[in-house]
């Protein structure tokens, strides 16, 4: 993902409600969200590298990974980022313990934010600008390719729509999928700095980024219910934002 906001223990029917983007260049290859039959992990997949962006286990599990955006990125021959949801949404370890063991070879990979949760606990681990993990409080966050909770202008306005929709208390999603869709674009004084120029931090600066070779891929919404029930709704679209379908799935026999 590129863009993620959460509520974690904030709204009186979901335990946890997650929305996000996947940006990407479209000519890489990627499999819709599905029921992957070797695990049971409800996902999109990248079928370049196996791994995932979001996704839900077993028993209300859940896990997202951004990338963390530090300069151009360098070639890299380490393991993929996609496969560290993957691999929590697969184990049977709790988030915490997970995170614990992750911290410890986070500097095998590229830079990344990665956000576990299990039925008790939600829980951050990164590897920039050096290893971590800990515990994420109740309340409403956001992330992009920058730290945890920084102040981005396209975190901020995400965040700040997911808390309006949690103090309403609803489950209209129309809101949120707005908010996904939103293509303003930020004030110079409000970019950030991550050392690819003032031109591609404009282009990048959208919670939905339109374009040719590349831009958002996947909006994702992610709900789980204070009984572990589920739900994951992802709309996928193609080169200029062109709608090319979505895929629900929920309940709980799936989880």
């Not at 959208?206 to 709704?233: K, M, N, V």
């Amino acid at each position: 993902m590129c863009l993620v906001a959460f509520a974690w223990k904030s709204h009186p029917r979901w335990r946890l409600v997650l929305a996000g983007n996947r940006d990407e260049f479209h000519g890489r290859p990627t499999a819709p969200l599905a029921i992957w039959p070797d695990s049971g992990i409800l996902a999109g997949r990248d079928l370049k590298s196996g791994g995932t962006w979001v996704g839900l286990g077993r028993n209300g599990r859940a896990a997202v990974i951004t990338n963390v955006r530090d300069g151009l990125p360098p070639p890299f021959n380490g393991p993929s980022r996609g496969a560290l949801p993957a691999d929590f949404l697969g184990s049977a370890a709790s988030a915490s313990a997970h995170a614990a063991a992750l911290a410890g070879v986070a500097s095998d990979y590229a830079p990344f934010n990665l956000v576990l949760a299990d039925a008790e606990t939600c829980t951050y681990v990164g590897n920039h600008p050096a290893n971590g993990a800990r515990e994420v409080a109740s309340g409403v966050h956001g992330l992009s390719n920058g730290a945890f909770d920084a102040p981005w202008p396209k975190t901020r306005r995400l965040r700040a729509a997911l808390q309006a929709w949690v103090d309403a208390g609803h489950d209209d999603l129309d809101p949120l999928w707005r908010a996904l869709a939103n293509e303003q674009l930020a004030d110079d004084a409000g970019l950030p700095d991550t050392g690819v120029g003032l031109e591609l931090e404009r282009r990048l600066s959208p919670a939905f980024i339109r374009g040719r070779d590349y831009g958002t891929r996947a909006s994702t919404l992610t709900l789980i219910d204070h009984d572990g029930r589920a739900r994951i709704h992802e709309r996928r679209f193609g080169p200029e934002g062109v709608f090319e379908g979505e895929t629900v799935l929920h309940g709980e026999p799936l989880l």
